[in-house]
């Protein structure tokens, strides 16, 4: 595995900006050149979109997802035919796509994005809560409903982005001050993966608790000792005693 950008092979970075494989750790990731990807999985976006993109080779990852999906809204790409592509940041980009596209409900945007909430690739993972987190926010209440059933999938991957997709403080994103204040209003997804059995969920469920102990770490406390009562299993021990990680 690749240590750091220099330490990825020539031919190896090739194909990355080729995308010809999927990236297999963050730091390739990072690594790839997004205008000469751009030019090879889709061939007619224009020299005008590709001198755009590559005028931003220096900001910042996030910001160039942005970019990318707003060109390839501008050039009227075919998303469904990218979401299946093999580089799983041409799938990012569809992601952040589905997020910018206009006059889509809330509701729309998760049933077109559930599909790459789901997918096989850590990083479109996380692309696909990253590119929706702004739009759960603005409409907390609603958010929380539509996604209080995903907690109930058959999916780990699904019930996790439930969970992750709204985390009080999270990462590489803006906090929700809403949640800082009243995490409470998220009981509805995280009551339901108390026991969740899968590692990948308790560790998405752990995380956000241990966000909202950062402003309401009284509340945790309090959370956690109530479902150590009422769940008094394994994985509802690892996810408090993780929440609570924080906390002397």
């Known amino acids: 595995m690749s240590r750091g ?18 990236s297999a750790t963050l ?10 990807l751009l ?43 990218l979401q299946g592509h093999v580089s799983d940041t041409v799938r990012g980009w569809v992601c952040f796509a589905i997020a910018a596209q206009p006059g889509l409900s809330l509701p729309q945007q998760l049933a077109a994005m559930r599909p790459l909430a789901d997918d096989g690739h ?21 958010a929380i409903a539509l996604l209080a059933p995903w907690t109930a999938d058959p999916s780990e991957r699904l019930r ?3 969970c992750e997709a709204l985390r009080p403080r999270g990462v590489w994103c803006a906090h929700i001050a809403e949640l800082k204040e009243e995490p409470q209003l998220a009981l509805p997804l995280l009551q339901p993966l108390r026991a969740d059995p899968a590692v990948y969920v308790q560790d998405a469920v752990a995380n956000w608790l241990n966000d909202a102990a950062k402003s309401q770490p009284d509340w945790v406390r309090s959370l956690c000792a109530q479902w150590l009562l009422e769940s008094p299993v394994a994985a509802t021990q690892r996810i408090c005693k993780r929440a609570q990680r924080s906390l002397s």
Do not use: C
């Open 39 to 81: 030019a090879a999985a889709v061939p007619a976006i224009g020299g005008a979109r590709l001198a755009r993109m590559q005028a931003q080779a220096a900001t910042g990852i996030t910001g160039r997802m942005v970019l990318a999906a707003q060109l390839l809204l501008e050039a009227n790409v075919d998303l469904a035919q």
């Open 5 to 22: 950008v220099a330490d990825i092979a020539p031919a190896r970075l090739a194909l990355l900006n080729q995308g010809m494989v999927a």
């Open 160 to 162: 996790r982005f439930a």
């Open 27 to 36: 730091t390739e990731g990072l690594a790839i050149d997004f205008a000469q």
């Open 122 to 142: 850590f990083g479109v993972r996380e692309w696909a809560w990253l590119a929706l987190r702004p739009h759960l926010a603005a409409r907390l209440d609603e």
